[in-house]
C-alpha cells in the first residue's frame, strides 16, 4: 500500500508563505498523476493544483498565481509553494496520487492531510 505524508502546514498570517511537503513511499515518478486538494470546515473537498506523469500542471482558480506545484522524483516528494496566503485558503491540505482511478477518486492514494490557517 503506498503511504502519503505531508508536512508544512501551520498558522501564518495574510499575505505570508508556505511550502507544503508530500512524500511518497513509491516512486512517484511511476504515477499517472499527483495532486493537492484541500477542505475547509463545513465545505466539500477541492481540487487545488495538479501535475501529471507528463509534467502538465494545472490550478484551480482562486490559487492561480499564487500556488506552484512541483515535485522532486528523486526524493519521491510533491510540493506545493504558497504565496499570498489569504484566509480563505484556510483548510485541510491532502496529497492525492493516482491509483489509476484519476485524481480525487476514494480509491486513490491520500495522505493523512496538514492544517493550513491563515489568520491576523
Known amino acids: 500500500q503506498v503511504q502519503l505524508v505531508e508536512s508544512g502546514g501551520g498558522l501564518v498570517q495574510p499575505g505570508e508563505s508556505l511550502r507544503l511537503s508530500c512524500t511518497a513511499s513509491t516512486s512517484i515518478g511511476s504515477l499517472p498523476a499527483m495532486a493537492w486538494y484541500r477542505q475547509a470546515p463545513g465545505k466539500a473537498r477541492e481540487l487545488v493544483a495538479l501535475?501529471?506523469?507528463?509534467?502538465?500542471?494545472d490550478y484551480a482558480a482562486p490559487v492561480k498565481d499564487r500556488f506552484t506545484i512541483s515535485r522532486d522524483n528523486s526524493k519521491n516528494t510533491l510540493f506545493l509553494q504558497m504565496n499570498s496566503l489569504k484566509p480563505d485558503d484556510t483548510a485541510v491540505y491532502f496529497c492525492?496520487?493516482?491509483?489509476?482511478?484519476?485524481?480525487?477518486?476514494?480509491?486513490?492514494?491520500w495522505g493523512q492531510g496538514t492544517q493550513v490557517t491563515v489568520s491576523s
Open positions: 492525492n496520487g493516482d491509483s489509476g482511478y484519476g485524481l480525487g477518486h476514494d480509491n486513490g492514494y
Open positions: 501535475q501529471s506523469k507528463s509534467g502538465i500542471v
